[in-house]
């Protein structure tokens, strides 16, 4: 999820997506407008004696909402914190977190098929926002009755935060409740099996959150919903892609050097499309003179020249030289993530000394996985899932 960088803290960069700016305002006018509401709930709920008179005050409504709606963002920051931190002692890798139309997110490179580290990673987010939520409430107690403003937005948070806790414990996957709820049943069963589980869990749970969005006519609840309904249908389609290609190479579906197609550099772009139609090829590896690889073009590499002025340039005019590469032996499920982090379709296989030695595509990921699939392999790992099931791969 990209976004604007705010900064960083504890080497994890922090994000706002564009969602997030629209988002604020709103939360804060909602809260501004029922701002007497509010108030006599927190008022019952913790037992506390705010004087709404004070609330109501010409832009005391709306400023109230903006300070109530920034420290209750802020403590979605915090619970995203919470879910890193305990990650990174894992010697897990944080891409990010992102404030974004629906909280936070904290992005990881790479979620631990370990149920213990997953299930503490998981739980350290709704601890840290009960906490959170203790620490609003002792300095709610300790603010002066005469501070109205203050009582208020420390109360909001201090409800909100703990709301906010239990919320995301619900098995939802792959909210926090669901992912422990994966954790708990990967711990008799193969991964990609409770992830299976668990989404269809948070599937259930999705409707059910639509439904009630649709009763209540409450917009956020529907978008959650279908938020968590598709993130759980791809959590799921990618944990089978892994248990897929568990034990496979990339030099078990590359396609070899003695069967690989490539391109000089010195060749023409019209060259270069002629040999595309013939070879039905899209892509291609770029050598030169002496054989070593320099960099890679593709189709639309070749558009971006006219038709009539094909014969004039070279393929090393239009080719990629900054090339993503990738070692025979390494993981395909690396090769895949590879070509989906940088958006592209192949990838060159070179070994230790630099030598090209085959070419990865996607065609090859998508051939591979359809033939493990029917024979059977790693059933009892993927369930019933079908290559039609599956995101496309970029």
Partial sequence: ???????????????????????????????????????????????????????????????????????????????????????????????????????????FREMPEDWHKEFTIAIAGPVVSVLVGIVSYGAFRLVPPGLGAVQFVLGYLAVMNVTLALFNMLPGFPMDGGRVLRALLARKRPHARATQLAAEVGKIFAFLLGMVGLFAFSPLFILLAFFIYIAASGEAQQSTIKAAFQGVSVRDIMTPGEELHVVEAESTVAELVGRMFTERHTGYPVVDARGDLV???????????????????????????????????????????????????????????????????????????NVIQSRGDNSSLIGSGSASDLPPIR
């Fill in 1 to 107: 999820m990209r976004g604007i960088r705010l900064g960083s803290a504890f080497g994890i960069p922090i994000q706002l997506n564009w969602t997030f700016l629209l988002v604020l305002p709103v939360f804060a006018w909602i809260i501004g407008s029922d701002i007497i509401t509010l108030a006599e709930l927190v008022n019952r709920v913790l037992g506390g004696s705010i004087a709404t008179d004070s609330l109501t005050a010409g832009s005391t409504p709306w400023l109230l909402g903006f300070a109530a709606a920034g420290g209750l963002f802020f403590g979605v920051l915090l619970h995203e914190f919470g879910h890193s931190l305990v990650a990174m002692r894992y010697g897990l890798e944080i891409e990010s977190i992102t404030l974004w139309l629906l909280g936070g997110v904290a992005s």
């Fill in 295 to 369: 960099g890679m073009v593709t189709l639309d590499d070749a558009r971006t020249i006219k038709e009539i002025e094909r014969d004039a340039y070279r393929v090393e005019d239009v080719m990629e030289r900054d090339i993503q590469q990738i070692a025979p032996d390494a993981d395909a499920i690396t090769a895949l993530r590879t070509m989906q982090e940088h958006g592209v379709g192949r990838l060159p296989v070179v070994d230790g000394q630099g030598n090209l030695r085959g070419i990865i595509s996607r065609t090859d990921l998508m051939t591979a996985f």
